[in-house]
Nanobody, 130 residues
Framework: QVQLVESGGGLVQPGGSLTLSCEAS??????????VGWFRQAPGKKREGVAC????????YFADSVKGRFTISRDKTKNIAYLQMSSLKPEDAAVYYC?????????????????????WGQGTQVTVSS
């Protein structure tokens, strides 16, 4: 049974930084073999695919709204993916989700589609406010 557990959300002031973690368990192979996508949804807004990477294909994607401020990384030994967020703005406030798939697909250079992912974390709240 695949599980993704997210952590790291919280309250941060505008201009601050926050790192979200996404720990995977139950996958047949290490998380490093699979695409990981990061999404967010604010109240009343559509879900937005903010970032993703697929180490096997080398794809990496960042939405224009976060480009230059967000980065993604992984701890290969611990099956954890990270979304590192800096220069946070009030409009970055949302519930953030990580997702993965064992299909071998997911994450494209110009797109990050929620429909490509099979497994989702529970979400973690990020609040950006002074």
């Amino acid at each position: 049974q695949v599980q993704l557990v997210e952590s790291g959300g919280g309250l941060v002031q505008p201009g601050g930084s926050l790192t979200l973690s996404c720990e995977a368990s139950g996958l047949s192979l290490k998380l490093d073999y699979y695409a990981v996508g990061w999404f967010r949804q604010a109240p009343g807004k559509k879900r937005e695919g903010v970032a993703c990477d697929n180490p096997m294909g080398g794809q990496r994607y960042f939405a224009d709204s976060v480009k230059g401020r967000f980065t993604i990384s992984r701890d290969k030994t611990k099956n954890i993916a990270y979304l590192q967020m800096s220069s946070l703005k009030p409009e970055d406030a949302a519930v953030y989700y990580c997702a993965t798939t064992d299909s071998g697909y997911g994450c494209y250079a110009r797109d990050n589609r929620a429909s490509d992912y099979d497994y989702w974390g529970q979400g973690t709240q990020v609040t950006v406010s002074s």
